[in-house]
């Protein structure tokens, strides 16, 4: 079946560490978008990709990055820089164009 | 600045009644989706629209798009349809500052309906 596969589930990161959240998806979707959720927030982008080697920033990119040197991949690294990581990170991805998102069933990260 | 508001932020019902959600948001837009989010945090896309109604099952979902609104409705609720309903936009306008980025290709979304449906 196809689908997104985010890995791992739960995460638990140092202070100073940086963290690489996993997202996979076999549905041959170009685009891939990364986001986070807050309590009794909505979801925020953090970064977005519509092909491979190629990403854009979205509204709250920093302390983080991403990489897609693969369609199926696209990977988050939280790094030291982000202050506040403690949060919940989506991953989706769809077909270019105005076309449903997919999403994955989340990575929760925790400072210890 | 694209906002989107959902209400009610919390709705607890009786199995079996009919349960509306609502969202509405401030700039034009190219589609809107709603999206269900259940307890363990996965997220499943129930519909995506950009004019009139759709119907899936007991789901249904509006849009008006000269008033910015939309509805979800749910008829002959149950049990299994306590969740979280996240409403989300796609705007028409996109915005590009290099690499200072900011506004994207995602979605606005709103901060979601927590729905309970009692036994």
């Known amino acids: 079946d196809g689908g997104i596969t985010q890995s791992p589930k739960y995460l638990f990161r140092k202070e100073g560490q940086n963290v690489t959240l996993s997202c996979e998806q076999n549905l041959n979707h170009d685009a891939m978008y990364w986001y986070r959720q807050d309590p009794g927030q909505g979801l925020r982008l953090i970064y977005y990709?519509?092909?491979?080697?190629?990403?854009q920033k979205g509204d709250i990119a920093e302390g983080y990055s991403v990489s897609r040197e693969k369609k199926e991949s696209f990977p988050l690294t939280v790094t030291s820089a982000q202050k506040n990581p403690t949060a919940f990170y989506l991953c989706a991805s769809s077909l270019w164009g105005n076309q449903p998102q997919h999403f994955g069933d989340g990575t929760r990260l925790s400072i210890l | 600045k694209n906002e989107v508001e959902q209400s009610p932020q919390n709705l607890t019902a009786q199995e079996g009644e009919f349960i509306t959600i609502n969202c509405s948001y401030s700039?034009?837009?190219?589609?809107l989706h709603w999206l269900q989010q259940h307890p363990g945090g996965g997220i499943v896309s129930l519909f995506m629209l950009s004019s009139g109604k759709k119907k899936h099952g007991r789901l249904i979902a509006t849009i008006n798009i000269q008033e910015k609104h939309s509805s979800l409705h749910i008829t002959a609720s149950h049990p299994r349809d306590s969740a979280v309903y996240i409403c989300a936009v796609k705007s028409t306008y996109t915005v590009s500052l290099g690499d200072s980025g900011g506004g994207a290709d995602g979605l606005t979304f709103g901060k979601g309906t927590h729905l309970i449906i009692q036994p």
């Open positions: 700039v034009g837009i190219s589609a």
């Open positions: 990709s519509q092909i491979v080697n190629d990403f």
